[in-house]
């Protein structure tokens, strides 16, 4: 009993703090798959990685298919994880892949950390090179799920909307 209390009150006193923390490795998403001239793209496959480095999806943590106006949805991805350091913002960087045509295209990295809104709107278009028309490319665009507004009158205060499930982004 005394060395654990040893333990504590040293590790209090280097500036660590023992525990166990949920990290989140990408936030909820909702999105929208698209040609590069608007039209959705239905039944393609997209992938989500957490891997370090797998730009490719070849490690999916999390998969799912478009519906017939181009959406998709991926819950967010936790894990639990030991905190015996000063606690600081890790950050966590994850890859969204598409397919076009059914061939898996590279995917788009994003990173999150502390600050990262819990869910996020997520737009993704196939576009291809202008030299070469064969070969596609994948790109994605994120922003906030919830925003908030003024309320009525002069008070200042701001109501979070959030955004529906369904409708993808603007």
């Known amino acids: 009993m005394p060395s654990t209390i040893a333990v504590v009150v040293l590790a209090?006193?280097?500036?660590?703090?023992?525990?166990?923390?949920?990290a989140t490795l990408s936030p909820h998403m909702v999105g929208v798959y698209t040609q590069e001239d608007g039209r959705p793209v239905p039944g393609a496959r997209m992938l989500l990685s957490t891997a370090a480095g797998d730009s490719t999806c070849i490690r999916p943590t999390s998969s799912t298919v478009t519906d017939a106006a181009g959406r998709f949805e991926f819950a967010a991805i936790t894990r639990r994880e030991p905190l015996i350091l000063i606690p600081l913002d890790r950050v966590y960087c994850f890859y969204v892949c598409g397919e076009s045509s059914g061939t898996p295209l590279a995917g788009h990295p994003e990173c999150v950390g502390a600050e990262t809104p819990p869910s996020q709107l997520i737009q993704c278009v196939a576009t291809y090179q202008i030299l070469d028309r064969t070969?596609?490319?994948?790109?994605?665009?994120?922003?906030?799920?919830?925003?908030?507004?003024?309320?009525?009158g002069h008070d200042g205060q701001r109501t979070p909307i959030l955004l529906p499930s369904g409708g993808g982004p603007a």
């Open 135 to 152: 070969k596609p490319r994948f790109a994605c665009r994120t922003r906030p799920r919830t925003y908030s507004v003024a309320r009525s």
């Open 12 to 22: 209090c006193a280097a500036g660590c703090i023992p525990g166990v923390v949920t």
